[in-house]
């Protein structure tokens, strides 16, 4: 680790202002530095993350948890590699947004894994605690029965985005190849916004599941301070998403 550090404080601290210099001298354009530059940190995000990885494989003691982590890392280089190649953003962006799919469910399964090792008598745990309402603006539906019936809704409504999500994918690559799909057009008259709606719904209502889960077992979840795990990963969502825009 001290060695891995070393070279990434050189390549950060020497390298990139380096290679933006020699570029200065060529007079290439502006793009192009930032181009070059975003290259560099990829490739210096990838090998910090190929080694994280490596260490989990290492010191595999955990596999029911260190499994669902180690696919949630992947989505680091895939989200860098959607920001630094623009000319394929679409077939990149939809095979992002697949992952993150599964990076959410597997977030759901890491949860799950965690609680059924500690609390073998998980749903009764559940059936011990008092009835929970649903957030806002839900909170006129009725409650979720508490037990095994709330567990398997939230598992299911996380586990719907995983399944919308492809779906909505191999849709929008053939909008895009019929010539009807218009990226970033915000009419009815073209596929990207209802595929645009659907989605965001789907994810919505994943995350309200993954909410709802936490809320309810929040007291059995402390010790792994889920909620730092799950803002690392709408963290890198929405970074991905302001860089592309």
Known sequence: MPCTLVIYLVSIVVAVPLCVWELQKLEVGIHTKAWFTAGIFLLLTISILLWVILQHLVHYTQPELQKPIIRILWMVPIYSL????????????????????YAIYNLMGFLTNY????????VLILEAKDQQKHFPPLC??????MGEVLLFRCKLGVLQYTVVRPFTTIVALICEFLSIYNE??????????????????????????LLLFYRVLKEELSPIQPVGKF?????????GFMLNE
Not at 82 to 101: H, M
Not at 193 to 198: G, H, Q
């Open 231 to 239: 803002l690392c990963n709408k963290i890198v969502l929405y970074l």
């Open 115 to 122: 609680l059924t090792n500690r609390y073998p008598n998980l």
């Open 140 to 145: 006129c539906c009725p409650p979720l029965a």
């Open 82 to 101: 959607d920001s630094w190649i623009p000319s394929i953003a679409i077939y990149v962006y939809n095979c992002r947004e697949c992952y993150e799919a």
């Open 184 to 209: 970033g057009n915000f009419s009815f008259s073209n596929a990207w916004t209802y595929l645009v709606i659907i989605n965001n719904m789907s994810q919505l209502f994943a995350t309200y599941c």
